[in-house]
């Protein structure tokens, strides 16, 4: 039988991963003893890798396939199959950002010319300086990276999604390398597998099927035809709603996907026009 070899993101991804896999119908657990988890996909064999060693791994054809953040792909020979757009904290893509001390005199990138900068990400500050024009001592950090300023590093290029880690240590953000998001990436060779390839597109269309979902309700509703318009007119929809025959000629049914957010204000329009039988469903998945 043939395998997909998958990498799953090990620390602050993992339980975001598992938890996007469980809605899209792949069971993941984890073991405390183990860096193979249990998938109950007998053609997925899943392996626990960091996500700053994914690509490398994947490029090498150790795994056929992984997640991990844009961040960590800069010159890898992958392929990027989908964007999950979803982190350890929230939705939003995670931010790769320039910080000094509050007090520094570095105000922008070109003051750091032949300045210590402390990162975990290397390559992309390197990128980064080359197209600024700026020379600089970049080195990698095993962690902690907020406390090493102004002591060990002039600045410090250091990923954030709520920068409350930089505010607690007096950093003071110059500028935003990058922003990233969570990518699913795949080996070049794997790709030229059919199986594989299939697998792997299966997998990304029910996981972006998730992602799609959040925020949306599903709702259905009555309402006379002589009422239909006015009821279409004030109903956001994410294309066009459903309408259709009931019964009795002169009712319809409407169905439609609209913003979770919305619908306080909208249920109460709905009814004050003349729409009946109004019911909230909620969606787990959404193909476009």
Known sequence: MSILKLGIPAGSLQEATAELFKKAGYNIKFSSRS??????????????????????????????????????????????????????????????????????????????????????????????????????????????TEVKPPLLADAIVEVTETGSSLRANNLRIVDEVLQSTTRLIANKNALKDSFKKAKLDNLALMLQSCLNAEGKVGLMLNVRRKDLEAVINGLPALQKPTVSALSDPDWVAINTIIDESVVRKIIPHLRDVGATGIVEFPINKLID
Not at 57 to 68: F, H, K
Not at 88 to 94: D, I, L, Q, Y
Not at 116 to 138: M, P, S, W
């Open 35 to 144: 860096y193979y988890p249990d998938i109950d996909d007998p053609e997925i064999e899943c392996l626990l890798i960091r996500a700053q060693e994914m690509a490398r791994y994947v490029e090498q054809g150790i795994l056929d396939a992984g997640i991990t953040g844009y961040d960590w792909m800069f010159g890898k020979d992958v392929v990027e199959v989908s964007e999950l757009i979803f982190s350890k904290v929230s939705r939003r893509p995670v931010r790769w950002v320039l910080c000094v001390p509050e007090d520094s005199p570095i105000k922008s990138v070109k003051d750091l010319e032949g300045k210590r900068i402390a990162t975990e990400a290397v390559e992309l500050t390197n990128q980064y300086l080359a197209k600024h024009g700026v020379t600089a001592d970049v080195e990698f950090s095993w962690g902690a």
